[in-house]
């Protein structure tokens, strides 16, 4: 399968532990982006890199959430002393950089915290 | 205030017939507008993606149009089928990249 890959695909966690998500975008994609869903929303943006470089966080990322593409590769989205209100889908997506280039979104990391 | 509205938020219709979803954005600048289907508990997949240029583009059933000086966009739907059934979501991309998402339309076909 060439398409985004997301691990896991779900995640059930005790408030206040910390949980790690991970994202292998498509291989030559240098883009990548991660977004929450909530139910009947649709996805909202948190961050994203170019190759390696974070290049944009939203204000939605709080000071829990910490992003990672060390190698420009895959990606990880560590949570910290999780929260109720964490609970969402959280969905990476990759792109091309061009800018007319579709984005390619994995299946996503159901979270929910209890 | 979201950039990207959708309308109706959600609607009912029954195998075969079609329908249309509409999208108005205020996204500036504007570099593209795409459209996902998103099924229940799974990522977005993307049906069409239109640049300034383009009015109209179809993906089988599906044809998108884009109304760059009124800043609409539309999905039609042609003949439902029961798999039709999911959340539609209007993205409009500025010209760094940026993707402002609607909320979705939520389509359920009926039998």
């Known amino acids: 399968d060439t398409g985004v890959s997301q691990n896991p695909r779900h995640k059930i966690t005790k408030r206040g532990q910390n949980v790690t998500f991970r994202c292998d975008p498509i291989?030559?994609?240098?883009?990548l982006y991660w977004y929450r869903q909530t139910l009947g929303q649709g996805p909202e943006f948190l961050t994203y890199?170019?190759?390696?470089?974070?290049?944009?966080k939203s204000r939605l990322l709080s000071d829990r959430f910490s992003a990672e593409r060390p190698k420009g590769s895959f990606s990880t989205l560590e949570i910290q002393r999780t929260e109720q209100g964490d609970s969402a889908m959280y969905l990476c997506a990759s792109s091309l950089r061009d800018r007319n280039t579709e984005a390619f979104f994995g299946q996503g990391t159901r979270l929910t915290v209890v | 205030k979201n950039q990207v509205e959708q309308s109706p938020q959600s609607l009912i219709i029954l195998e075969g017939k079609n329908c249309t979803l509409q999208c108005n954005y205020t996204v500036s600048p504007f570099s593209n507008l795409r459209w996902y289907k998103q099924d229940t508990g799974r990522g977005p997949v993307s049906l069409t993606i239109?640049?300034?240029?383009?009015n109209t583009k179809s993906n089988g059933r599906y044809t998108a149009t884009l109304d760059a000086d009124t800043k609409q966009s539309s999905l039609h739907i042609t003949a439902s089928q029961l798999s039709d059934s999911a959340s539609y979501i209007c993205v409009v991309s500025d010209g760094n990249n940026r993707l402002a998402f609607g909320k979705g339309n939520q389509v359920v076909v009926i039998p």
């Open positions: 239109m640049t300034f240029s383009e």
């Open positions: 291989s030559e994609h240098n883009r």
């Open positions: 890199f170019q190759n390696e470089a974070q290049l944009e």
